[in-house]
């Protein structure tokens, strides 16, 4: 199909000259999109906003490999910026996408990922609404990079990191370290990719469904657990609240490959990023329907509460482990990690 629509079978520099190759790869583009793209080729979209107030935010990824297991960068671009949307309370509508793309990049790659971007967007209910292609020389970027903008609508109140308060739950929607592990185990060769899949998924269904059903006022605020891992997400909430975060090692949803895998890399789970974990912030009165809601859908079956916020007004984050035993968790100064995403 690729080469039937450009001509060529994989990306050259002319692809970005703006003469005719350029029009006939963003015919591609688009073709592949199809009915995740709204369809209208002017210089900027003219979009309806059905609300007073809106989210909007943006996001560059440049995932390493950019096509994995279950998965490839495509996937994660629209995620990333759907969940980061949804985090906050909003319902996600529109996504621009721009592309960087590699001379060289085979035309059947770029389909694969356009393909995985209209499938992903169709899943989480937005349209690609407007974008760009760049291409640059061999070596320039690592096969395609991506980014993508989005806007959402408010249509209850926002979910903020100010209404957090002591005595907060620390739910997890599903387990950490996968996605971190599948990608590392792909790149190094490790053996695990068969068996820790991806958790790469949009999460607007699964945080609508939750604020429809328990009622506002039961979350208070919702991070999605991405680049940093859970430790980053702890120390960030640590720091708003200005009180001390602890968490029960032990509780922890890890799956069993992936505690054998970042034993072997010497690295730990809570520093790993994850492309479909969420961790909520809850009034302990409604703990319990949250976990109900969460567990009733697909991306939350493993949900599970591993902590609290405290009383004690020192912005930490502490573990304790099987023992009943404290220890500070240090934020990490720099990556514990080689870039994934």
Request: aromatic residues 4%; charged residues 20%.
């Amino acid at each position: 199909m690729a080469s039937s629509v450009t001509g060529l079978d994989e990306v050259v520099l002319d692809h970005g000259s703006g003469a005719k190759l350029s029009g006939e790869l963003i015919s591609f583009v688009v073709e592949t999109l199809g009915e995740a793209y709204i369809g209208e080729m002017e210089d900027s979209a003219m979009l309806s906003v059905p609300a007073g107030r809106i989210a909007m935010t943006t996001d560059s990824f440049v995932a390493d490999p950019p096509f994995f297991g279950n998965g490839d960068i495509g996937k994660i671009s629209v995620c990333g910026t759907v969940n980061d949307l949804a985090v906050v309370g909003a319902r996600p509508l529109y996504l621009t996408l721009g592309m960087i793309l590699e001379t060289g990049l085979p035309m059947a790659r770029l389909h694969q990922v356009c393909t995985s971007i209209r499938e992903t967007a169709i899943e989480a209910g937005v349209q690609i609404v407007c974008g760009d292609t760049k291409v640059v020389r061999k070596g320039e970027v690592d096969q395609i990079y991506l980014n993508t903008a989005g806007i959402g609508v408010f249509e209850r109140e926002p979910l903020r990191m100010r209404d957090v308060r002591p005595g907060d739950r620390v739910v997890l929607s599903g387990p950490i370290g996968n996605h971190t592990v599948h990608l590392l185990s792909i790149r190094e060769g490790l053996g695990f990719e068969q068996r820790v899949l991806s958790d790469c998924a949009p999460l607007n269904g699964l945080m609508d469904t939750l604020l429809t059903t328990v009622g506002e006022g039961a979350v208070h605020s919702v991070r999605d657990v991405t680049r940093g891992g859970l430790a980053a997400v702890l120390h960030e909430y640590a720091r708003a609240s200005g009180h001390t975060v602890r968490f029960e090692q032990q509780r922890l949803p890890i799956q069993f490959e992936t505690v054998m895998a970042t034993d072997m890399l010497g690295i730990n789970a809570i520093h790993a990023a994850n492309e479909g974990c969420l961790c909520l912030f809850v009034d302990p009165a409604a703990e319990q329907d949250v976990l109900a809601v969460l567990r009733s859908h697909k991306y939350g079956v493993e949900a599970t509460t591993i902590g609290e916020v405290t009383e004690d007004p020192e912005p930490l984050v502490l573990m304790r482990d099987e023992g009943g035993r404290d220890s500070v968790v240090e934020e990490l100064e720099g990556a514990e990690l080689p870039r994934l995403c």
